[in-house]
């Protein structure tokens, strides 16, 4: 696994802060050529640091204003299979392997409660669940950020 430097933290950072700079308007704030911001982010793209675009799309403005989060017990011989069922379900929008008392955490959008219980019915319906559990998110106290761990490294 490839490690980032100083520069790359540099451009990480350049891109959090604004993210639709060119790369000439990168470079200059930088103070670093074009070639070497485009070759280091060509070499970013290729070790897959930047996760997928749909990570920045609000489920509010598609009309799902409602979070919420449902552990999963599942059967382990089913597991493996668990994941693509799990997966044709359009409002799963992330889900995680556990270690611990449950074995998956789910996080779900949703219109509303109606619309919760439907997606925890669907869930439950899947081939190998024994229960689940759900937790409704009142807010969001700390937003997904990488910004401090890249100071942190860019200070290193």
């Known amino acids: 696994m490839p490690t ?3 520069t790359d933290a540099r451009i990480l950072l350049a891109l959090v802060k604004d993210p639709r700079q060119t790369v000439v308007a990168m470079a200059q704030r930088l ?4 070639n070497t911001v485009q070759a280091r982010m060509a ?3 290729k070790n897959n640091v930047f996760l997928p675009f749909d990570h920045r799309i609000s489920p509010t ?3 799902y204003p409602l979070t919420a989060f449902i552990t999963v017990h599942v059967q382990q011989k089913k597991l493996p299979q668990f994941g693509t069922a799990l997966a044709s379900i359009p409002e799963v929008i992330e889900a995680h392997g556990l270690s611990g008392r449950a074995d998956l955490l789910v996080r779900v959008v949703c219109t509303g409660a109606e619309d919760l219980f ?3 019915g669907k869930i439950l319906g899947c081939d190998g669940v024994e229960r689940t559990e759900t937790s409704l998110a009142m807010n969001e106290v ?3 950020r990488m910004s401090p761990l890249l ?3 860019r200070k290193k």
């Open 142 to 144: 700390v937003p997904f």
């Open 118 to 120: 439907r997606i925890n």
């Open 151 to 153: 100071e942190r490294h």
């Open 43 to 45: 070499a970013l793209e």
């Open 4 to 6: 980032l430097d100083e």
């Open 31 to 34: 103070g670093l050529s074009r």
């Open 61 to 63: 403005l598609l009309g």
